[in-house]
């Protein structure tokens, strides 16, 4: 191992992402200390190098950076407030998923407290955790994020998002939906190729190249999208309403389920009912943003 600078790290929390965490910091070098609930879980990691702190209080006064990762932001603060004095002057790193209210409620109860906060969310499941590849997004003041970053790295590639700590899980909740979303679309084109007699090792391979397009796609839309204008470069609502026809059909011909792209199909007649037929296909956010417009007024869309 080359020279790093060792950091006092504390884990509360061990279950599958927690236990995964401290994993990762003892494999950089860090000093861990963990506590769990059960704590004969804290068990395998004494015997990787960390220590097992007896008490919430204990562990919390073990280290600098303090990693929260319970199942919810209620749990997280009836272990936290308790130890309060001890985390003053100490950074938290809270690791819970919540609503960005909870994060911001969270990060208003460190800031009373003298405590710097980080609120994050572990964007690549437990596998990837420790390689570069493994995105952490955290919101929380720039200063905290610069000061611990180098740390945070054991984990995989950590990202600010900006000062206000509600970031992380309002990036977190969204992507759920865009990982949902593409999965959705990945399932039923494997159905489609399978039905037709190509295995889902061959589509995946020819369907992973084609996702650096789609990551192209959400950068270009995504500035149509900020700017209120929607050229046709990408195909009119007109277009991709044609193909998505196509796909139902051919779908329905080799007996495919088409509940997947009538959800997408359905998006674009409500997009051409509203009069968007020959706008850009980003133009769909439009009748998906409709509920929200009143309450953003002057955001263009
Ligand atoms: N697992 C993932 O792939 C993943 C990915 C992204 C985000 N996350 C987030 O990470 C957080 C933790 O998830 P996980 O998968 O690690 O959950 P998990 O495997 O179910 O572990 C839950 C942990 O919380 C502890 N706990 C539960 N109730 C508690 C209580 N009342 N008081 C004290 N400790 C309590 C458990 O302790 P005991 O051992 O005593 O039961 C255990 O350490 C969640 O917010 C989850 O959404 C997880």
Do not use: C
């Amino acid at each position: 191992m080359g020279a790093i600078e060792q950091a006092r790290v504390t884990v509360i929390g061990l279950g599958q992402m927690g236990g995964t965490l401290a994993d990762a910091f003892l494999a950089a070098g860090h000093r861990v200390t963990v506590w769990n609930r059960s704590a004969d879980k804290a068990t395998p990691f004494v015997a990787r190098g960390a220590r097992a702190a007896e008490s919430v209080a204990e562990a919390v006064r073990d280290g600098d950076l303090v990693l929260v990762v319970l199942p919810d932001y209620e749990v997280a603060q009836r272990i936290l407030d308790p130890v309060a004095a001890e985390l003053a002057g100490k950074t938290v790193v809270q690791l819970t998923s919540g609503t960005p209210e909870q994060a911001r409620t969270a990060g208003n109860w460190a800031h009373r407290h003298g405590i710097s906060y980080l609120d994050g969310a572990a964007m690549s499941g437990t596998t990837l955790v420790g390689r570069p590849e493994a995105l952490f997004i955290f919101g929380g003041a720039a200063a905290t994020f610069a000061a611990h970053r180098n740390v945070l790295r054991a984990l995989g590639n950590p990202v600010h998002l900006g000062d206000d700590p509600g970031l992380a899980g309002l990036y977190d909740t969204a992507l759920f939906g865009l990982i949902w979303g593409a999965l959705s679309g990945f399932y039923h084109g494997t159905a489609l190729a399978r039905a037709d007699g190509v295995d889902a090792r061959s589509f995946a391979e020819v369907a992973a190249e084609h996702l650096s397009f789609i990551a192209y796609l959400l950068r270009e839309h995504a500035g149509q999208i900020d700017d209120g204008s929607y050229p046709a470069e990408d195909g009119t609502l007109d277009v991709h309403a044609a193909a998505m026809d196509h796909l139902i059909d051919t779908s329905r011909q080799f007996g495919v389920e088409t509940a997947v792209p009538e959800l997408f199909a359905t998006l674009i007649q409500r997009g051409r009912r509203a009069g968007l037929g020959s706008e850009g296909i980003a133009s769909i956010v439009r009748p998906i943003l409709s509920g929200a417009v009143e309450q953003r007024q002057g955001t263009p869309l």
